[in-house]
């Protein structure tokens, strides 16, 4: 469907990269501008740094008994021989770095960490139980990091009940740290929380262990960065299951996943980041749910960038970079495909970005969604993509404007000039009720297999685009409806014809050449009667058979770019009325 939006400032450039080094040269376009694309790399992606993401000490998980301060919770009766361990009724406070093994429980107490800001303190649980009834069970108020080992063969359980009265403290958290904290280990965690699950206020890690966490608002959450190496994470949460927000840096409050099984059910995002998620891994199962109406529950989140480079992906929500209202419309906000599995089903958009997506390998498959993949600019350079679209398949700069409003967060496109969908390589199948390929700017094919079930009414296109379309190589075959239908431009150097029928058809497209070969074969799910096919294979000059359903007919290409039969389309419509041959208005 076409857009009309009053003209804001957007993006700064098409496919312009921050941390992003340019590649081998493409003849695909960018844009309107003329200007030639290049080929990326996913090592071209190098928003963050994550050579140093995990250090050390992060990952070990050794220790030894002997050497440990140990600590045997008890209501009113803990025990530690340590100086450097403090007991007032049930709270407990460690006031010196070192080692500390942790056994028993407390039934409304807490474990304190409060030590000078140099010192390192790992805690070891071995089937501990803390219960606070109004706080954190586990809180850091000052050191210079905390790590927290899960013991092997351990269960161990926190809960906290309520937080009233933490209010001037801002303890909100059933482990809270105010310093950078790292979870590992083998064991099992279990966390219900009446607030957030775990968090710091400077990076979260986890590099291992089984977490089971149950909690009213975030899961976890990491103000300066989530950073999840492994484990197994089953999360429960009332708002987004995992979050990093960092107002203060621009280049903090970001998420970095690697590996791990995560199994997140959010009343709130899956996966939200005020700067980047970054996944090189992993095993994601994500739904999101609200019964709020102004609350944002996408799959996966980010203010600026998404990079997916790994994984599996099982979202019942989409993919998403957007910004908050606070932000200005010039960052760069892009989302990144370059490997995994997806399978997503959505009802809203199943990849969106408010600038650039990038899809430069993966296998997708949109099952249900509302556009496809969607963006300011739409690039493809590989991949295995599925996409059942209740409008467009691949959008570039749109939405309808009228039917994404009450969607939280939606319309935030405007029309500019620098819109364009680039499709460079792939296999491509769409199944659309609105338009199949919709551009507000350029659309230009040179590599790839395209196949397009478009829509079965004359108010949309398989293929759509306002600016230019060319194609210089691949294969296309777009069925839909004449009234919208749009051949490929004459720039194309690749033979390309659009067909307009007499009769809607159903079933089997075939196009042959003389010698009875087939060159394209496709069989779209709707009724159609118009038809678009470019192949390698098709010359000026020469004649072909193309068959549509039960009927066929012989085709001669009078030119590289050809058109035959009546479009409904006019002027203002998104191109030329085509009464003739040959793509002549």
Known sequence: MKRKYMIIVLMAGALELTGCSQGTSNSAKNGTTGSENTIISESDIAILDTEDMFTERDRDTEYDESECTAISLSDEETKCDSDGVKMDG??????????????????????????????KVQLILENVSIINEEGAGICVEQADKVFITLADGSTNKIVSNSFTGNEDTNIDGAIFSREDLTLNGSGTLKITSAAHGIVSKD???????????????????????????????????????????????????????????????????????????????????????????????????????????????????????????????????NVYVCGGTYSINSGDDGIHADDQTVVLDGKIDITNCYEGIEGQSVTIQDGTIKIVSSDDGLNAAGGNDQSSMGRPGENTFQEDSDAYIDILGGTIEIDAKGDGIDSNGDFSVSGGVIYVSGPGDDGNGALDYDGTATIT?????????????????????????????????????????????????????????????????????????????????????????????????????????????????
Request: proline share 1%.
């Open 90 to 119: 049930q709270t407990v406070t460690i006031t010196e770095g070192g080692t500390y093994l942790l056994t028993g429980s407390l039934s409304n107490g807490s474990v304190v960490v409060d030590t000078d800001k140099t010192e």
């Open 203 to 333: 990076d979260l890690v986890l590099t291992g262990g089984v977490y089971q966490i149950q909690s009213e608002k975030q899961g976890l959450s990491g103000k300066e960065s989530v950073r999840i190496a492994d484990g197994t994470f089953t999360i429960t949460s009332g708002t987004d299951a995992i979050h990093s927000e960092d107002t203060d840096e621009d280049t903090k409050g970001f998420v970095y996943i690697t590996g791990g099984v995560l199994t997140l059910a959010a009343g709130g995002d899956g996966i939200s980041s005020s700067y980047v998620v970054q996944a090189d891994g992993g095993s994601f199962d994500i739904s999101t749910s609200s019964t709020e109406t102004d609350t944002s529950t996408k799959g996966i989140k980010a203010q600026k960038y998404v990079i997916l480079k790994d994984g599996t992906y099982q979202l019942a929500k989409g993919v998403y970079t957007r910004a908050t209202k606070e932000l200005t419309y010039t960052l760069d906000r």
């Open 473 to 585: 190589g691949g294969t296309v075959v777009a069925a839909g409806m004449s009234g919208m239908a749009q051949n490929f431009g004459s720039d194309s150097t690749q033979g390309t014809m659009l067909i307009n029928l007499d009769t809607d058809q159903s079933g089997e497209i075939t196009l042959k050449d003389t010698d009875g070969t087939v060159l394209v074969s496709y069989t779209p799910v709707r009724d159609f009667n118009s038809v678009v096919i470019s192949c390698e294979e098709l010359e000026e000059g020469a004649a072909y058979t193309l068959t549509t359903g039960l009927e066929s007919e012989k085709i001669t290409m009078s030119s590289l770019v050809y058109s035959e039969g009546q479009s409904m389309q006019g002027p203002g419509q998104g191109g030329p009325r085509m009464d003739g041959q040959n793509g002549q208005p």
